[in-house]
């Protein structure tokens, strides 16, 4: 009796994933087997794809990924982003200190010692709302330079005094420097021409006068026949 030989793996991994569309509600979060996962606030009310696999949880807009999350355990749990809400607490400050967001990020490590003590520097220069907006505009940096350098940029700047974003920024890509990362060249906007008027467009157009400059030798001459 011949043995029956197994097939090669196919060249593909199987997905083996769990694909849902649920559409993300006013919290800007979407419901994934009875637990809450954050995405970007500006897909409110929007149909997204998620897929579900043992470990992680999946969000495109597309073929773009737009969040993603470690699974929860257990049911009605919330697992949120605070950079997804960053946009609606540059608009609504107050929000910020009580987030279950701020707790979670704190939690995970992503929101450090380093940000509180920038939150507390900015709210003692700027008041509330205007430091708590400050650290958002920090916060909002996280998008592009890596996380350590960002921190870099924080200390770097505390230490001069200052809470600006920009100071912030401008550290950060000096410490990307010094790692040997290449930090993007900065936008420089074009500049504004130069407005001219229709008068000096029009002498423009003239051509050019070849005559000899005026003189006033004669009129010294009549000055001074009138002085004798």
Not at 6 to 21: G, H, K, M, W
Not at 92 to 104: D, E, I, R, S
Not at 127 to 134: E, F, Q
Not at 175 to 187: C, D, K, L, N, S
Request: net charge positive; with cysteine.
């Amino acid at each position: 009796m011949e043995k029956a030989s197994l097939r090669s793996l196919p060249d593909e991994p199987f997905d083996t994933a769990l694909v849902l569309t649920p559409r993300v509600d006013r919290y800007a979060q979407v419901m994934v087997r009875c637990n809450q996962y954050s995405v970007p606030a500006s897909f409110i009310g929007h149909r997204l794809r998620v897929k579900l696999s043992a470990s992680t949880v999946t969000v495109f807009d597309r073929n773009a990924v737009v969040a993603r999350h470690q699974r929860a355990i257990g049911k009605g749990v919330k697992v949120l982003e605070l950079d997804h809400y960053l946009e609606i607490l540059r608009r609504k400050p107050g929000a910020l200190p009580g987030a279950t967001a701020l707790v979670q990020a704190r939690a995970s490590g992503t929101f450090t010692a380093s940000h509180d003590a920038l939150w507390a520097a900015a709210r003692k220069g700027l008041g509330d709302s205007g430091g708590t907006r400050a650290l958002i505009e920090v916060l909002l940096l996280h998008r592009h330079p890596e996380h350590a350098d960002v921190l870099a940029g924080i200390s770097a700047a505390l230490s001069v005094g200052s809470v600006s974003a920009d100071v912030v920024a401008v550290e950060a890509r000096k410490a990307a420097q010094q790692r040997g990362v290449h930090a993007p060249p900065v936008e420089v906007s074009p500049r504004r021409q130069q407005d001219v008027s229709l008068t000096e467009r029009r002498l423009a157009q003239l051509p050019g006068d070849g005559r000899p400059l005026p003189s006033v030798d004669v009129y010294d001459v009549l000055l001074g026949k009138a002085g004798s």
